[in-house]
């Protein structure tokens, strides 16, 4: 059984979490999420602590066993969401290149002959610090790193010059270019 699933989770004073017979929700000072439940798990709501447990019937079940530590994870991270959020900063690198946001779409000039222009989803906002620092919060984890990666995507960095979108603490490992040797004989 998951050890994760074991902990309990202490929801801040600002959080409200509802719980239903098939789902749960989520709303605090930075927004409102809900997820459906498994069918083998329970839910405990007490004293601003929750507390996750299998149902009897469902003890030896091996997919209950497995999604029970992913519910408990997913809850929490709903509840962090809601109570401080979350944030993925990404860096533009290269001559030329940078980054702006024009209402509710991302501009990107990445070296292409066009501009990029990606359009921020609902829930997210983004912040630009001088055209080559991005600051992506949100309040759903998954959707602040899937928006963080589809910026990435556009252009990834290269390993010789460092060129492209990278994370704000990623390290790029840099290779050495070709060498201009003379020919002997």
Not at 74 to 79: C, F, I, P
Not at 131 to 151: K, M, P, Y
Not at 153 to 163: H, T
């Amino acid at each position: 059984m998951s050890r994760i699933g074991k902990n309990p989770i202490n929801v801040p004073g600002t959080v409200k979490v509802q719980i239903l017979p098939d789902s749960i929700s989520v709303e605090g000072p930075n927004g409102k999420l809900n997820t459906l439940l498994n069918p083998f798990i329970d839910v405990e709501y007490k004293d601003n602590v929750l507390k996750f447990s299998l149902k009897e019937n469902s003890k030896n079940d091996l997919r209950a066993k497995s999604a029970y530590g992913l519910y408990r994870s997913l809850v929490s991270n709903m509840v962090q969401g809601c109570a401080q959020g979350f944030k993925k900063e990404l860096d533009v690198m290269g001559v030329g290149y940078k980054a702006a946001v024009k209402g509710n779409v991302l501009e990107l000039s990445l070296g292409f002959s066009h501009i990029i222009n990606y359009p921020i989803p609902e829930g997210i906002k983004i912040n630009v610090e001088k055209q080559t620092h991005l600051i992506i919060e949100g309040a759903d984890r998954r959707q602040v790193g899937q928006v963080a990666a589809e910026i990435r995507s556009y252009r990834k960095p290269e390993p010789y010059k460092g060129k492209g979108v990278k994370y704000a603490d990623e390290t790029i490992i840099r290779k050495a270019g070709k060498s201009a040797t003379g020919s002997s004989g």
